[in-house]
């Protein structure tokens, strides 16, 4: 396998003659791959089909001949100016229906007809000229669907909306039953009167009328039809593209949540997955970048393409100055990248923009495209890359646990919070920081996903249930698998509507052994103790989030913690019940961090799943790769001092071929690459 190494490439927004030294320097440190053309549809298309393909010839030939692969994108995410002319009505629509202006970039409409005939034939035309061009080595859709825009509300959005709806429901009653539009009168006559709501599950689409409260069926439903309306847009093009190239097509996906797209179905036709990782180059956590990469390698099954990484600090297009990127964060990063799975690290970008709403945000070369400190960093670790890439080639990150992330789940706690301290983006991130904190690779997969593939699934606040995700969840446990659901499971059916004709969690009280028979959210000047008997520790701890209140119904179902100190002392809040071959925990409340820690080891050992014998401290991400008898750890120190760690083995260093036993130090922001011997 090739492993591919540089940075994003705008030579549209520079001098022809600062071209040549530019990719010079990029071959000179041992660079591989650019990514170029995203923004570019003005250069390559002036007004309606008048092409200049003259400079992008000229920047293709110059890479080829320097051994730098190409991700070429297509420009659509910025129409020139002409094109919005042409296509009137194609400017997205905000959720309080403000026009979004042209002249930045994802102002469009991905339903618009006519800018979606512009599109498909820009890309078509791209692919037509350089899909088998000897540089190419893959191919980008789009840029960041979604990003910092979020749905369009269009009266193109409304129509395909309202045809979108005739598809998921029989009829108009069903529709109604479904949502339960009888609440305050809401109940439509005619598929005319469906309009798209005014409320949105990210921050920026919420509206500015006070006070206003939709069906919770109807802006669940617009979410799901956001994220297809940009799946189709991309097939569009993909499918524009494909007949002319062999190459891979992705597109550069952003953080697990930080869209409205379900990225399960984004990336189900697309060859590999593009991915944008911005782990912060000052700090000393990894968590969240962490997270982001055990998603996308798990959405393709293929290694990911990191198609924009951190590149450090300094001037910042979004306001508030950013720290610059100290001694050894730009390799840090990279290796990052690599050790979790990544088959490419695009940093973003070569050389600093002198123009434009981006200009002068972080890079590796200064606007005056002299080489200095990160430049010399890219180049020591182009050239680790090199001596490790039989290493990686040979192993993979394999992993016994899966934490599951459903985008539906997501969307339904955002646009109907049940408690402003909780967030499920958040406890799913806890939840993944406390297993790999233990040394563990951890997969972040879909509902859909294969679990028989993994001892242990953790599955945060399933608050949507069907019988058919219950059923794939029960037969997990009964063949043998250990599942942890927490608080807050199966509240309400697929439409976002609540459960009322079973016992919460519903669909799921028999394989819990448990009913849900109140629920009181916590209070953080009053938290609840919670008394903890796993067998292996006893102790008490507190929450103050939220908890589900449980009474037992099972045969074989234990009691793990109760509540303490209240009128609700001795009551239930966190169960194991036996189910077949497997074990069902349900975890009643939110725990702090070290409770949750204590929770988790009993899952783990029930499951039996194997840690690393490395033992590592807070701010050192550990991830093992294995391969035949290959057993490969990586360490990196995102902390700025030493640590001393026991390898609890005989380990050689990679790079320098130094055998290890015992005691071993890492520097501060430093890697470590150690193999396992027998």
Request: charged share 20%; aromatic share 10%; proline share 6%.
């Amino acid at each position: 396998m090739t492993y591919y190494y540089g940075a994003a490439y705008y030579p549209e927004q520079w001098p022809e003659h600062t071209w040549e030294p530019d990719i010079r320097l990029m071959k000179q440190a041992g660079l591989n791959a650019t990514r170029i053309a995203e923004f570019a549809w003005s250069r390559i298309e002036s007004s309606p089909d008048c092409y200049d393909w003259t400079w992008l010839d000229k920047v293709m030939k110059l890479l080829h001949e320097n051994d730098i692969g190409v991700v070429l994108c297509t420009p659509s995410a910025s129409p020139p100016m002409w094109v919005v002319d042409a296509c009137p009505g194609m400017l997205n629509i905000d959720v309080n229906r403000i026009e979004r202006p042209a002249g930045a970039r994802r102002h469009y409409c991905p339903n618009n007809p006519e800018y979606r005939l512009h599109s498909v034939r820009i890309a078509g035309a791209m692919a037509q000229r350089y899909g088998n061009h000897p540089a190419l080595i893959g191919w980008q859709i789009d840029n960041e669907f979604g990003e910092g825009v979020g749905p369009c509300y269009c009266d193109v959005c409304a129509a395909e909306f309202r045809n979108w709806l005739k598809e998921q429901y029989a009829s108009l009653e069903a529709l109604n039953e479904a949502w339960g539009t009888v609440f305050w009168s809401g109940q439509y006559n005619s598929w005319d009167q469906i309009k798209p709501p005014m409320q949105g599950s990210r921050p920026f689409a919420q509206p500015l009328i006070p006070g206003l409260r939709h069906n919770p069926g109807w802006v669940l439903d617009y979410e799901r039809f956001s994220s297809d309306s940009f799946v189709a847009y991309q097939n569009l093009q993909e499918n524009a593209v494909r007949p002319h190239t062999d190459k891979p097509v992705t597109h550069n996906g952003m953080g697990l949540a930080s869209n409205n797209i379900d990225y399960y179905d984004l990336f189900k036709t697309l060859d590999v997955c593009g991915y944008d990782c911005y782990p912060s180059v000052v700090a000393e956590s990894y968590s969240a970048s962490s997270r982001n990469m055990s998603h996308s390698r798990n959405l393709t099954g293929k290694p990911p393409w990191i198609l924009e990484l951190s590149s450090g600090g300094g001037f910042s297009t979004w306001g508030g100055a950013r720290p610059q990127a100290p001694p050894g964060a730009l390799r840090l990063v990279a290796w990052h990248v690599f050790a979790n799975g990544g088959e490419m690290a695009l940093y973003f970008q070569w050389r600093m923009m002198a123009k434009g709403a981006e200009q002068l945000e972080s890079s590796i070369l200064e606007l005056d495209g002299v080489p200095r400190r990160k430049y010399e960093e890219l180049k020591r670790t182009a050239s680790e890359l090199k001596r490790l890439e039989p290493w990686l080639s040979q192993t993979q990150v394999k992993s016994d646990v899966a934490l599951i992330f459903s985008y539906d789940h997501h969307w339904a706690h955002s646009l109907k919070p049940f408690s402003n301290s909780f967030s499920y983006s958040d406890q799913s991130g806890a939840l993944y920081d406390a297993l790999v904190a233990k040394g563990l690779n951890v997969d972040v997969v879909s509902l859909e996903a294969d679990l028989t593939k993994y001892r242990m699934v953790v599955l945060p606040s399933p608050i949507l249930m069907t019988p058919e995700i219950a059923a794939a969840l029960k037969s997990y446990v009964h063949g043998g698998g250990v599942l942890l659901s927490t608080f807050l499971t199966g509240v309400k059916d697929w439409h976002n509507v609540g459960i009322w004709d079973r016992p919460l969690p519903g669909y799921l009280d028999d394989l819990f052994g448990v009913n849900v028979v109140e629920v009181d959210p916590g209070c953080p000047d009053l938290p609840t103790r919670i008394a903890l008997d796993t067998g292996a520790c006893k102790c008490e701890v507190k929450h103050s989030v939220w908890s589900d209140v449980l009474e037992t119904v099972g045969r074989d179902t234990d009691v793990i913690g109760r509540i303490v100190g209240s009128y609700r002392a001795g009551e239930p809040v966190i169960t194991r019940n036996r189910a077949g071959k497997g074990l069902a925990y349900y975890l009643g409340a939110w725990l702090e961090k070290d409770a949750l820690s204590t929770i988790l080891d009993e899952v783990l050992n029930a499951a039996s799943v194997l840690r690393s014998p490395i033992i590592v401290p807070e701010g050192v991400e550990l991830i093992r790769r294995t391969g035949g008898n290959l057993d490969v750890t990586f360490l990196l120190n995102w902390t700025y001092a030493p640590v001393t760690l026991n390898l609890n083995g005989l380990y050689t260093d990679l790079m320098t071929d130094r055998r290890h036993e015992g005691v071993f130090e890492l520097a501060g922001r430093d890697v470590a690459y150690l193999r396992k011997e027998s």
